[in-house]
């Protein structure tokens, strides 16, 4: 069994929106995101005598294994061969979901036995917000109730099935990258203060309305929620960022769908990723279509409907490796 390869799919996520950045209350950031389908980082790893990987020219691949495998002293190695990856940043957790799938993978081979939450301490993953490494747990909707000391990972305070006849229609801007590495920690650094005040509010919309509403699988309520928390945000982000939304592109298109009268929209992290949840299929598809048709003469917007994912990152260890289901088929 040790011999044979491990095979890892990791879900992209959502990044809602923090709940506190002053943390006057001994807890700081609080993250509210969502695990999806559709969209996923898949890799197969065999034991080998040195690191070698395939499909992937960034040399992100080789890095992690390197420092995950000098971390726990490891004598082998490995061949990792990457099969898909989750666009980077973009605003879908991808720098998060590819350490934890390379963790995994030789966490798997060597029979190490480490949590996704041992895998993102070692690989420093997990700094601010804990939803990535919950969407790699155990999938579903989630809150984190943020980082309470300078080495603690957030701990998961809720997580919920996400009702599964919604969908999320993502909006792309293929031309753009959100903020990451030293130019997020500098923008952070340069935020203004976050007020006690805001604080409370967005915990108020987070448990007494958002919360909620996904647990009645109320989408008009969900829908008001998440579009007040993602203006408030938005706003206070604007100065890093420059606006609301980091692209111009995806913020028109957030708008057209506003004024559509679909009210949970917003942008994942530092984006360019725009979304908006939708209470069905066919409505997911009549908005794919007016977008289509509205920017039709944007060639660098793309637009994807997905849905909520429920289920933790795949990690198998079988002979052959799985045959990739569009993952919307799975509920």
Known sequence: MDNMPVYVEAPA????????????????????????????????????????VLGDTTGRVHEIAERFSIAKEL?????IEVLEQIPAHTGLGSGTQLALAVGAAISRLYSLKCTPR??????????????????????GFLLDA????????????????????????????????????????ASFSSLPTFSSKTAA?????????????????????????IGNLQKCIGDYFAAAQGGRYTSQ?????????ESLGIKGVGQSSWGPMGFAFVDSEIQGHKLLRDLQTRF???????FKIVSGRNTEAVVLQQDTVPIYEAAESRK
């Not at 959502?14 to 950031?29: A, K, Q, T, V, Y």
């Not at 998961?156 to 997020?184: A, K, M, Q, Y």
Request: include cysteine; glycine fraction near 14%; charged fraction near 20%.
């Open 13 to 52: 996520r959502l990044h809602l929106g923090f709940l506190d950045l002053d943390g006057s209350l001994g807890r700081r950031f609080g993250s509210l995101g969502l695990t999806l389908n559709g969209i996923a980082t898949r890799i197969v790893a065999r034991q080998k005598d040195s690191i070698q």
């Open 75 to 79: 004598t082998g190695g490995c061949q």
């Open 118 to 139: 041992d895998i993102a301490e070692t690989l420093g993953r997990g700094t601010r917000s804990g939803v990535g490494i919950a969407a790699f747990q155990q999938g």
């Open 146 to 185: 943020g980082k309470g000391g300078p080495n603690s990972t957030p701990p998961v305070v809720s997580r919920l099935d996400f009702p599964s006849i919604w969908r999320i229609v993502l909006i792309i801007d293929s031309t753009l990258s959100g903020l990451h590495g030293s130019n997020e920690s």
């Open 201 to 225: 509010y967005l915990c108020h919309l987070v448990l007494m309305q958002i919360l909620p509403a996904v647990s009645e699988q109320d989408s008009e309520m969900f829908g008001r929620g």
């Open 249 to 257: 592109a995806v913020g028109e298109a957030i708008e057209y769908t």
């Open 296 to 302: 039709a003469n944007n060639k660098d917007l793309q």
